[in-house]
């Protein structure tokens, strides 16, 4: 357990509004990501950060946002939800190893998300 | 194409059986990666490679970075096993920015 957590863990909204995930971690580490998880696509990065304030997307981020301004906390914003962003939403951190360049991930509960 | 490619897509095997999953990309990588997901649970990460072999357990992984190939085995599998296994790589280091494949269906019967 690398002290992740998701909130909210389940949440159903109407097209057209604005929502946000938020994403806690404990342990201070630097990078964190978002990810989306659909049958037939497997996990997809949308966004990630390597410190706050600093933030890249990744290979699905159109309609999504992020802000990271503490780093504990990395928030994920869709301006105006769309039902093709029903999905299940993960965080993650990646943690340096000891002795290793390497960073080993680590994933949050997830994030259960149905746009009607 | 897709940059990893998992086979097999699903599998069911008995219990006690000997199990591998492999795994091929198509692009240098630093790190790769498997992970396993229960039904409706979380993501695990079971190994992280970049050469040679781990073994945790019962569970193996091996990587060989001159064919661009990745195996898991399972060995004395259980039905608490049942899962899905990803493979994922990173392609850069530092942001382990992961690459994943589609997810390999594992399911094992007493």
């Known amino acids: 357990d690398a002290g992740i957590t998701q909130s909210p863990r389940h949440k159903v909204t109407e097209t057209g509004t604005p929502v946000t995930l938020r994403c806690h971690q404990t342990e201070n580490h630097r990078y964190m990501y978002w990810y989306r998880q659909d049958p037939g696509h497997g996990l997809r990065l949308i966004h990630y950060s390597y410190g706050v304030k600093d933030t890249d997307k990744g290979e699905v981020s159109d309609g999504y946002s992020v802000s990271r301004s503490k780093t504990e906390d990395f928030l994920l914003t869709l301006e105006s939800a769309t039902s093709s962003q029903t999905s299940v939403y993960f965080c993650a951190i990646s943690v340096g190893l000891a002795g290793s360049f390497l960073d080993e991930q680590f994933f949050g509960p997830g994030t259960r998300l149905t746009v009607l | ?110």
């Open chain 2, 1 to 110: 194409k897709n940059e990893v490619e998992q086979s097999p897509q699903n599998l069911t095997a008995q219990e006690g059986e000997f199990i591998t999953i492999n795994c091929s990309y198509s692009v240098g990588i630093s790190a790769l990666h498997w992970l396993q997901q229960h039904p409706g649970g979380g993501i695990v990460s079971l190994f992280m490679l970049s050469s040679g072999k781990k073994k945790h357990g019962r569970l193996i992984a091996t990587i060989n970075i001159q064919e661009k190939h990745s195996s898991l085995h399972i060995t004395a599998s259980h039905p608490r096993d049942s899962a899905v296994y990803i493979c994922a790589v990173g392609r850069v280091q530092g942001a382990q920015k992961l690459v994943f494949g589609q997810g390999t269906r594992l399911t094992i019967n007493p």
